[in-house]
């Protein structure tokens, strides 16, 4: 019996998605010794972004043990571990809960404020460490590898850009990575381009666009934003917390309905067996009351409980899934 096709999609969300790296460690390993399952591809944007590029990074330079360890060096990195990083941390979390609960705050644009240039050579310096750009193309050529996709917007074009292996470059992951609020836009091809939250969070029809052979008969979305919520959002706060999720959550939506459909074409005959397969989808999510604020958290206390967390949901999805 073939082994079945997986593909997992990292839904982007800032700092929480720690729990996409903690999910990742777990994640791999047992894909990488099972008989039944197989990687076929890995997307993924802003955060997401990030660790999907770890993790595949990581898997082709030294097989699964690498990729838990870039992954863990990576949110090391970002982790304001020092006294004028947790200083600007603690600022910047603190001066989103005043904004979004309403307060009278004055905001600065990134392309005026120093802080947001600092914060761009750390993670340019971050990613240089972590990955030799250079050498993506052949890896991405190698017989068996896994597909790679980033997602970033195109601000100008206003439309989606998704970048595979082969055309992946430390630009198209800061992009990625781009928070308009914090981080100056990124140029690339003629175009400035964006955080892909705004677009595919995380890219999962490009993940679908493969040979027949590499389709994934399972998706599985490490999904940051919480579907469903209780009560009512009253404060300024508590609306800002959930129209942010909402919106993170649009495009995914978006996204597992291209897949559902497919299904049903498929189910119904109307595609092809031979091109298009049945393809389930399964959710690995944060659980857990974190504001939108949080987002913007990089404290060490608060990336560790993140990728506990994630490590904790992963081994607990997999317990539940039969052959991997």
Known sequence: MDATNVAVACQGGGSHTAFTAGALREL???LDASDDHRLVG??????????ALAAWYGLQTGGPERARDLLARAWADLAADDPLDR??????????RLVNGGAAVAEISPYHNPAARWGERRLRDLLDSLVDFDALPRLAAREGSPALQVGTVDINGGCFETFDATRLTLDATLASMALPELFRAVAMNGHYHWDGLFSQNPPIRDLM??????KPEELW?????????EGRPTSLLEIAD???????NLSLN???????RVNEWVEAGYLPEERFVHTDVHRVALDGEFGLSS?????????????????EEARAFLDGHEGV
């Open 28 to 30: 791999l390993p047992a």
């Open 42 to 51: 890995l997307s993924g944007t802003s955060g997401g972004a990030l660790s």
């Open 87 to 96: 200083w600007a941390n603690a600022w910047t979390v603190a001066g989103s």
């Open 209 to 214: 666009e493969v040979p027949p052979d590499r």
């Open 221 to 229: 979305v490490v999904q940051i934003n919480p579907q469903e919520r």
């Open 242 to 248: 959930r129209r942010n999720e909402l919106s993170g």
């Open 254 to 260: 978006q996204e597992l309905r291209f897949v559902e």
């Open 295 to 311: 987002k913007l958290d990089r404290s060490p206390r608060f990336v560790e409980r993140l990728l506990a967390a994630g490590e």
